[in-house]
Nanobody
Framework: QVRLVESGGGLVQAGGSLRLSCAAS????????MAWFRQAPGKEREFVSS??????VYADSLKGRFTISRDNAKNAVYLQMNSLKPEDTAVYYC?????????????????WGQGTQVTVSS
């Protein structure tokens, strides 16, 4: 059974940093596309970043502040978030695809974690 488990969320002041982790089990994702999405209250789930053998993709509004990385030996993906803003407050979800092709669309991903809450105070 495939599982994605996020960790690293929490409460941080504006301007602070957090590093989210996503540990995958049940299947090796070294050749798969993996991504982070987020969903704020009352809003749709939105793309944050993805990573594959082709490289990384970021939402335009987050470039320069967020960095995605992966450790294939640990079957994990990470999201380093710097200069956090109150508008970054959301539940952050890890996603993985069966294929190596990334997408900014949440429906393209086959597996999802339960999410981790990130709250940025002003």
């Amino acid at each position: 059974q495939v599982r994605l488990v996020e960790s690293g969320g929490g409460l941080v002041q504006a301007g602070g940093s957090l590093r989210l982790s996503c540990a995958a089990s049940g299947r090796a994702f070294s050749r798969s596309a993996m991504a982070w999405f987020r969903q704020a209250p009352g809003k749709e789930r939105e793309f944050v970043s993805s990573i594959s053998w082709r490289g990384t993709v970021y939402a335009d509004s987050l470039k320069g502040r967020f960095t995605i990385s992966r450790d294939n030996a640990k079957n994990a993906v990470y999201l380093q978030m710097n200069s956090l803003k109150p508008e970054d407050t959301a539940v952050y979800y890890c996603a993985a695809d069966e294929s190596p092709i990334t997408s900014t669309l949440h429906r393209a991903y086959d597996y999802w974690g339960q999410g981790t809450q990130v709250t940025v105070s002003s």
